[in-house]
């Protein structure tokens, strides 16, 4: 089996623990998969991984501290974004995204489309109205929080359950 590795933003854990209490309940309620939250700036890279940590720390040394703020909680289409935090745009954090991007597209394993930075709640593939009740139960109040990102995850995806995944390596920013 190939090694799989994802590049992620971790949030504080003041945010991760609301957003795992959450989850978990929503797990009990719906049996829907664990998760661990994450902003994904890069999804699905395969390759040299020693190659990959060059390319990263390479592309990150002009990367200050960067500023997240949190937004409100919508549903979306996509199984891994099915509940979920949105981000407010930033332009730093899409120059970050738009670096890697250019540096890693090579071990991109799929066209990660535009780049829409959230923090999801929940993996499914229920239907909008379900999702749509589903939120409306949500006891989620993080919006307009904010938090500086001071490292970047390379994470071990390789397992077909989220919660399995690991962390590969942590770049610090400058």
Known sequence: MKEIYSLWILPPKKIS?????????????????????????????EGDINQINAIISDSIKEFKNLNIILKEVEIGKEYWK?????????????NLFKKLY???NTYLQFEPGAFHPHISILYSEF????????????????????????????????????????????????
């Open 82 to 94: 099915s509940i979920f935090i949105n981000i407010k745009e930033n332009e730093e954090l899409n």
């Open 127 to 174: 239907d909008s109205k379900i999702l749509t009740k589903i939120k409306n139960l949500t006891n989620i109040d993080l919006m307009n929080l904010k938090f500086k990102v001071e490292s970047i995850y390379l994470m071990k995806t390789t397992s077909d359950k989220a919660i399995e995944w690991k962390i590969h390596k942590k770049f610090n920013l400058k």
């Open 102 to 104: 250019h540096n890693l």
């Open 17 to 45: 623990k609301v957003v795992i209490e959450e989850n978990k309940k929503l797990n009990e309620k719906y049996n829907t998969e664990e998760l661990i939250p994450h902003i994904t700036v890069l999804p699905v890279l």
